[in-house]
């Protein structure tokens, strides 16, 4: 039971983006279409279950004032793993995500995790909320290209939704719209926490 | 020669591909930091100082140990006989280099300079994971910029992000005192903020600079 909260939580209540604003860098970079959105989501997310397994592995072992390079040492390992691995199996979709596969060392969701879950926790808890946190992000990022995509190109997974007619707000597949789109968005789920504790209030 | 080409990568990394709104690189710090102007000052100048120290220091790393060159000092060293190319190493061994020297700057300058400490000293831990860093080396290595382009590339990157910082830290401070929509206050307008100076900052790609 308490697995499946683990799981959840990292869906909507602790979303790593929308209600803790980590990993914004490659949310922004990548979200142009909803392909690479989805790619660099699942990159992050075998990244985030490897590196918190490991670490949850090693978190009596790791001296508490050496902890940070630690972590970092192994999430960069699977991040090259993942480096070498999209280069030889997905080389269009690395070619396009391009610095954005290393830079998941980076991400501050993945550190974050590591310091504030699995540095504490056992190993099965630490895979379900590495689970949990890279789909959420994952959800994330296809919301925000998804968005991008239908409005900047006039299509979804590269299929055409809208007649010859269709003008495409090109602003939206431009790092301004990534901006804009987040910001909105951000600013809806705000709006939703807000509604959702006046409603309580008022009982 | 030589001069003209450094200049079309200062203009560049400056306002063409200015890390924030254009590579989208730094995202973090830069609207955490960005609320207060001295807070967004400290931060670009220790920004721009870690960046430039990045640059000098990967580009000795990959030239010497990483690259598959006759300069690498392993192929020297163990008399092998072609040069190992170690560049799959990359990622690892800049994020450890950038890590050590963040927490050696940090030591030298709390020992040497206590006032500088103060306005720097708490930016500086905040950078080790600041992809903009990371980033500024492996974009040197992707151009194959020489020793002397890689500092002017990682200095007039800095300076960028600086100014992205500033320009949006004197935005926020007005939009304080604005009637915002509840839910918009805070970080959403100030991701609109960004959006829009990006595109402002757009204009600049017309820019010919060859």
Request: hydrophobic fraction near 55%.
């Amino acid at each position: 039971m308490s697995l499946l909260k683990e799981f959840s939580k990292g869906i909507y209540t602790q979303n790593p983006v929308f209600k803790q604003a980590l990993g914004l860098c490659p949310l922004l970079a990548v979200s142009s279409t909803v392909s690479n959105g989805i790619g660099m989501g699942i990159a992050a997310t075998f990244v985030l279950v490897c590196s918190n397994s490991i670490i949850s592995l090693l978190r009596k072992v790791v001296p508490k004032k050496i902890r940070i390079p630690v972590y970092i040492v192994i999430i960069a390992t699977f991040v090259t793993i993942t480096d070498l691995t999209m280069a030889g199996f997905a080389p269009d979709l690395y070619a396009r995500l391009g610095i954005f596969v290393p830079l998941i060392v980076v991400n501050c969701m993945i550190l974050g995790r590591a310091e504030a879950f699995s540095g504490k926790n056992k190993l099965l808890p630490s895979i379900v909320d590495g689970l949990g946190m890279g789909l959420g992000f994952t959800l994330a990022l296809f919301i925000i290209s998804a968005i991008r995509e239908i409005l900047g190109n006039g299509t979804f997974f590269g299929i055409p939704l809208f007649g010859a007619s269709y003008e495409p707000v090109l602003v939206m597949i431009l790092p301004a719209g990534a901006f804009m789109t987040i910001g909105f968005l951000l600013g809806l789920f705000n709006w939703l926490e807000n509604r959702k504790q006046n409603k309580k209030s008022a009982v | 020669m030589e001069l003209r080409v450094l200049l079309i990568i200062a203009v560049s990394a400056i306002f063409l591909n200015n890390f924030v709104f254009s590579r989208v690189l730094g995202i973090c710090p830069y609207i955490g930091v960005s609320g207060q102007m001295d807070s967004a000052i400290g931060m670009g100048m220790a920004v721009t100082f870690v960046l430039t120290l990045a640059s000098i220091v990967a580009w000795l790393v990959y030239t010497f140990f990483l690259a598959p060159t006759t300069a690498n000092l392993f192929y020297h060293l163990f008399a092998l006989e072609k040069p190992p190319d170690l560049t799959f190493l990359n990622t690892i061994v800049f994020i450890l280099v950038i890590a050590t020297l963040v927490q050696f700057v940090e030591m030298v300058i709390q020992k040497t300079s206590p006032s500088l400490y103060k306005s720097l000293g708490i930016y500086l831990p905040l950078i080790t994971t600041n992809c903009a860093v990371l980033g500024v080396a492996l974009l040197n290595v992707a151009a194959g910029y020489r020793f002397i382009e890689s500092i002017v590339h990682g200095f007039t990157a800095g300076i960028g992000f600086t100014i992205a910082l500033v320009l949006m830290a004197g935005i926020r401070e007005k939009l304080e005192l604005k009637d915002i929509p509840q839910s918009m206050r805070g970080t959403p307008i100030a991701f609109i903020m960004a959006g829009l100076i990006a595109l402002a900052f757009l204009g600049f790609s017309g820019l010919k600079l060859m």
